[in-house]
């Protein structure tokens, strides 16, 4: 999907939406709600693959319809060789092709733009690196660490708004001046049993002059018909996966995890 024009004159809507995770069923659903709304341009926080059955599928689907896509933890560990992987691991691994390991391997870590005046930044998980959580409960510190300048950043301006996936659960916290938001999940959401995208909308080379808006949507999709999928291709850990799409609840512990 190309960029453009939004809502009205000079401003642009953009979607962001991250940790679709093999659920081409969600993954479709938040594609068709997005289009539906005459949004064009679509950002993917990563963790195309993994959990579901569907990575492979995922990963052409985000290629079409996402002008960037950011590179997650599980793009990043699951294309690479590793003769200890576990049953389910092997399988998420093999069900990927040769062009698909090495498309997720090349993805970016970090992707910048600007609206109304606003400098955000979009990663995974952190600024850190792909493998530091900061969940919804998080210190101060945390918070400050996510507008840090850091290797996986780069140089420039410190941003004005954070936006990330990784922890499946969607939130937005504004402190003096700086605003960090979880897109949430698409395909393994464990806040509710809803797939979860955002909408940014400003104005591009815009001034804080300009309206600048950020809106959470929650798009219902066929859980089942994703869990007969994953079923009838004889996906391991299936019933830990059955169970997290139909309760929200990490592996039926309720513990904070992704």
């Known amino acids: 999907m190309a960029d453009a024009a939004g809502a009205g004159m000079g401003t642009e809507r953009i979607a962001v939406l991250s940790d679709v995770h093999g659920n081409v069923t969600a993954f479709r659903a938040v594609l068709a709600d997005i289009e539906a709304r005459g949004i064009t341009t679509v950002l993917n926080l990563g ?10 599928q995922c990963v052409a689907i985000s290629r079409e319809a996402c002008a960037v896509t950011v590179r997650g933890n599980w793009d990043d560990f699951l294309p690479r060789p590793d003769p200890n992987r ?20 090349a993805l970016p870590l970090v992707h910048h733009l600007e609206l109304s005046g606003r400098r955000i930044r979009l990663v995974h998980a952190s600024a850190a ?24 950043t780069g140089a420039g301006a410190a941003p004005d708004v954070v ?14 001046g700086r605003t960090l938001f ?11 049993t809803t797939a979860s995208y955002v909408v940014l909308e400003g104005v591009p080379g815009g001034t804080r002059a300009d309206t600048f808006g950020m809106a959470f949507v929650r798009v219902p999709y066929d859980i089942e018909a ?3 999928v994953a ?28």
Do not use: C
């Not at 576990?86 to 391997?105: G, I, V, Y």
């Not at 919804?136 to 840090?148: D, V």
């Not at 897109?183 to 509710?192: K, Q, T």
């Open 47 to 56: 963790d195309v693959v993994g959990k579901g059955p569907r990575g492979s």
């Open 86 to 105: 576990d049953t389910a691991m092997a399988w998420w691994h093999a069900e990927l092709t040769a062009a698909d390991r090495e498309w997720l391997l």
């Open 163 to 176: 936006g990330y996936g990784d922890v499946h659960d969607a939130y937005v916290e504004t402190f003096r």
């Open 129 to 152: 690196s792909l493998y530091t959580k900061v969940f919804f409960h998080h210190t101060p510190e945390e918070f400050a660490a996510m507008f840090a300048t850091t290797e996986l």
């Open 182 to 192: 979880n897109a949430g999940s698409v395909g393994n959401p464990l806040d509710e």
């Open 231 to 258: 079923t009838e291709l004889g996906m391991p850990a299936l019933t830990e996966y059955a169970s997290e799409l139909r309760t929200a609840v990490y592996r039926g512990r309720g513990e904070d995890q992704s």
């Open 226 to 228: 994703e869990i007969v």
